[in-house]
């Protein structure tokens, strides 16, 4: 079964950075939409960031617009998040996902089993 693994998370200072990575072995990204989500406690998974197949169309939630950048790298098959300067409201747990028939916009309907997801702390 396929498992999604994320890393890169920590606890960092307010205006700091981090590089999250989500990887999928035994699954390929490479004509996937994948997506970068996060939950705060209580609350449902957001989108924060998504990336097409090729790597060419991506969507940034406006909260993160500007700040957060998603990439691809199809020879490492791995998906990243760069998030610079970093806000105490950006404190969450982030998870990936991925959805073969995305086709663009704001929503990604997640069709993979989610990961442990990665825990993002922001001290102010």
């Known amino acids: 079964q396929v498992q999604l693994v994320e890393s890169g998370g920590g606890l960092v200072q307010a205006g700091g950075s981090l590089r999250l990575s989500c990887g999928a072995p035994?699954?390929?990204?490479?004509?996937?939409?994948v997506g970068w989500f996060r939950q705060y406690p209580g609350k449902e998974r957001e989108v924060v960031a998504i990336i097409n197949g090729s790597g060419r169309t991506t969507y940034s939630a406006d909260s993160v617009k500007g700040r957060f950048a998603i990439s691809i790298d199809d020879a490492k098959n791995t998906v990243y998040l760069q998030m610079n300067n970093l806000k105490p409201e950006d404190t969450a747990v982030y998870y990936c996902?991925?959805?073969?028939?995305?086709?663009?916009?704001?929503?990604?309907?997640?069709?993979?089993?989610w990961g442990q997801g990665t825990q993002v702390t922001v001290s102010s």
């Open positions: 996902n991925a959805n073969p028939y995305y086709d663009g916009g704001p929503m990604l309907e997640p069709t993979v089993p």
């Open positions: 035994g699954m390929s990204f490479r004509s996937d939409g």
